[in-house]
């Protein structure tokens, strides 16, 4: 007995000492704080949508503003037939083996897209034990809820948090599900999405749709575009540019030839291209549905088809730093279309195309600029460091008369590291970056009146920063 209860005042004594170091560790620790509060997901019906009629297919969507990312998430009333196509060097997906394995039977009951990179990849998962918990007999091998899902890269580089879509966000965007309805631009998935890096002028995309129906046959097409090219509209211009010259952003041609003349001079539209040997920040994720019905074999060729013909509407396309997947379903509804496979495959093409140009966001517009002079006490109240995130901090200080900004930690489309970039006052608290993109920088007051932040783009892609205290 003695010997028992030596042991227990040894376990106990060693338990109370290891406690006392963690908690003198972490006093000790300079960088210890409070946990982040959970993001909220935030479920709308507001806003552009694709309203259509294919009753089979229902679409939900969340978003975590305080990313911002996104889930979205397609649903089947009834489990469908799937097929899979990828292509680039840098795919995220889950769940797609089973779909290369030629069976001839419906077994998918949903496909989920996401941002958050590998970590988005959480969404399917959660989608497929959500549904397993209103089905009757769901550990019947028949009844196991399939859920292939892929996912897009939106972290670093657009935003330095790493808030990711989960399980609530997936259940939320599954309770959201309804027929019809599919919000385009910068939702769900695409809440973050970019695309144009090739040509060194990223710009906002999002997620697109498309509906088209030719007697019986329905066709409907469903992208998240965030690709290394550029989305090419369908008179081979440039949908979207930094700088465009009287509304036009020129010819996609022109600027794929000027960009190939500048590399004798070994000059790369992205900084991080061809330095990569794992995944990318690229990707287009994709899903083509119809309800007719396609043999296995049909559906693949379905699959590989349309994802080749978006090359017309994005490029270059299917880099080795893009990821990209297309997932073909049919809800096998119409048995005897009298349709061919071919033309099933031009008609899902042109939607395709559809959806990849419906993808680009409304853009706000910015404040008009009003170029004012920055007095010696105003430069003062910004001048501060700024904290994105834990080790990515940004510095404002006076510069001759005006201010300038560099950030340490971490490269993003906005900021290269240890760079100092000039900041043009072009309004109340509102500055502009002297970059090629030129972005916005909005200096954030508190309640009382005092400098409080910063935020980088402000509108629908905030890049938000809190001011450090001094020293």
């Known amino acids: 007995m003695r010997i028992k209860v030596n042991i227990i005042a040894v376990l106990l004594a060693a338990a109370l000492t290891a406690n006392a170091q963690l908690t003198a560790a972490a006093r000790a620790e300079p960088d210890a704080r409070p946990a982040e509060p959970l993001p909220v997901p935030r479920v709308s019906f507001e806003g552009r949508a694709l309203n259509f009629d ?8 969340a978003e975590y503003e305080a990313g911002p990312t996104g889930a979205t998430v397609l649903l089947f009333r009834k489990p469908v037939m799937a097929a899979v196509d990828v292509r680039g060097g840098a795919p995220g997906t889950v769940n797609t083996d089973a779909l290369r394995l030629a069976y001839d039977e419906p077994f998918v009951h949903a496909i989920t897209l996401a941002g958050g990179s590998s970590y988005g990849l959480e969404v399917a998962t959660a989608v497929a034990n959500a549904l397993k ?47 019809g309805w599919f919000p385009i631009g910068a939702r769900g998935a695409g809440r973050f999405a970019m695309q144009g890096g090739y040509l060194g002028d990223r710009q906002h995309s999002g997620q697109g749709a498309a509906f088209r129906q030719v007697g019986d046959v329905k066709v409907l097409v469903v992208t998240v575009v965030n690709a290394f090219g550029s989305i090419v509209d369908r008179n081979g211009r440039i949908l979207r540019c930094s700088h465009p010259v009287q509304g036009e952003c020129g010819a996609i041609a022109e600027a794929l030839a000027s960009h190939l003349a500048a ?22 994720i994709s899903v083509v549905v119809t309800n007719q019905a396609l043999p296995y074999w049909a559906l693949q060729r379905l699959a590989v088809q ?65 170029d004012t002079a920055v007095t010696a006490t105003s430069s003062n109240a910004y001048v501060g460091r700024y904290e994105f995130a834990r080790g990515v901090i940004a510095e404002v200080r006076r510069a001759g008369a005006g201010l300038e900004i ?41 309640a009382r009146g005092r400098i409080a932040g910063l935020t980088i783009n402000p509108g629908p892609w905030p890049v938000r920063a809190r001011r450090l205290p001094p020293g």
């Not at 590399?263 to 900084?271: I, Y």
């Not at 978006?310 to 080795?320: D, K, N, S, Y």
């Not at 290269?416 to 109340?428: E, K, N, P, Q, Y």
């Open 306 to 370: 349309v994802h080749n013909s978006m090359a017309r509407a994005i490029q270059p396309f299917g880099t080795e730093v893009d990821g990209d997947t297309l997932f073909a379903v049919t809800t096998g509804e119409i048995k005897n279309a009298k349709s061919a496979t071919a033309d099933l495959g031009t008609l899902a093409s042109e939607v395709a195309w559809d959806a990849i140009l419906a993808s680009a966001p409304e853009l706000s517009a910015a404040a008009a600029r009003v």
């Open 406 to 446: 560099a950030i340490t930690g971490q490269d993003s489309v906005y900021l290269a590291v240890d760079r100092w970039v000039s900041l043009t006052a072009v309004g109340m608290d509102e500055f502009e970056l002297g970059t090629p993109r030129a972005d916005r920088v909005h200096l954030d007051r508190d």
């Open 263 to 284: 590399l004798s001079e070994a000059k790369l539209g992205d900084a991080d291209a061809g330095r990569h040997s794992g995944p990318t920040a690229n990707t287009t």
């Open 133 to 179: 918990e209103k089905m009757f007999a769901p550990g019947d091998w028949h009844n196991i809820a399939v859920v292939p899902g892929a996912i897009i890269f939106d972290l670093g580089g657009r935003r330095f948090n790493a808030i990711t879509p989960d399980e609530r966000l997936a259940r939320a965007a599954l309770d959201a599900a309804r027929s």
């Open 54 to 61: 294919f009753p089979a297919v229902q679409v939900g969507v």
